[in-house]
């Protein structure tokens, strides 16, 4: 079936270093993908998204990119801040309009 | 603005009772789904309504039930069976016409603490 596998966290950086979270998945047919975000205390809001492969999505430095050949849409950010320590999930969205999550890699930014 | 309203943000309960969280939207959205966030276990689909009227179990129903009388509202029943009910419940919603270009809106939130 559609499943997400996500790197397991909890992930902390300092401050500027680079970030990679591991996001691949399975599914039959075209999914969409997206990257969510949960800062503390809140609801996901959704950080970027791609709907075809080879497409990028970006958004306030963070970038991933659809590998239909390596099923994968792992996520970058080449400087984090302490403001992105949060909760990321990544997420496959099926043609029949059901989303499948990941189980969430925490982010830790050090000053 | 339009977006989707949970509430309350925190909420107790007895063990034995039932209790309602309220979800609402104002996106015009047509599918809206509840899910249960446990730490370290991501979300679990707990129920979905694709259209008012209409709803489907998820992963994880016993214990809990739904309604969807109107389009805007998806009210979500924590019912006594439930047997680990503490939990950070998240309601979102989608619109049919999306063709997956933007996944789902979600609220912000209920924490449920039985007491």
């Known amino acids: 079936g559609d499943s997400v596998t996500q790197m397991e966290g909890p992930v902390t950086l300092s401050e500027e270093a680079f970030l990679t979270i591991n996001c691949t998945y399975t599914a039959t047919g075209y999914p969409s993908l997206f990257w969510y975000v949960q800062y503390p205390g809140e609801g996901l809001q959704l950080l970027l998204k791609?709907?075809?492969?080879?497409d990028k999505g970006s958004n306030k430095g963070f970038e991933a990119t659809y590998r239909k050949e390596t099923t994968s849409f792992h996520l970058e950010k080449g400087s984090v801040q302490v403001s992105d320590s949060a909760v990321y999930f990544c997420a496959l969205l099926t043609g029949a309009n059901n989303l499948f999550f990941g189980t969430g890699t925490r982010l830790t930014v050090i000053p | 603005d339009g977006g989707i309203t949970q509430s309350p943000k925190y909420l107790f309960r007895k063990e034995g009772q039932n209790v309602t969280l309220s979800c609402e939207q104002n996106?015009?959205?047509?599918?809206m789904y509840w899910y249960r966030q446990d730490p370290g276990q991501g979300l679990r689909l707990i129920y979905y309504?694709?259209?008012?009227?209409?709803?489907q179990k998820g992963d994880i129903a016993e214990g809990y039930s739904v309604s969807r009388e109107k389009k805007e509202s998806f009210p979500l029943t924590v019912t006594s069976a439930q047997k680990n009910p503490t939990a950070f419940y998240l309601c979102?919603?989608?619109?049919?016409?999306?063709?997956?270009?933007?996944?789902?809106?979600f609220g912000s939130g209920t924490r449920l603490t039985v007491v």
């Open positions: 309504s694709q259209i008012v009227n209409d709803f």
């Open positions: 996106l015009n959205h047509d599918a």
């Open positions: 791609a709907t075809k492969a080879d």
């Open positions: 979102a919603s989608q619109t049919h016409h999306s063709q997956g270009r933007y996944g789902y809106t």
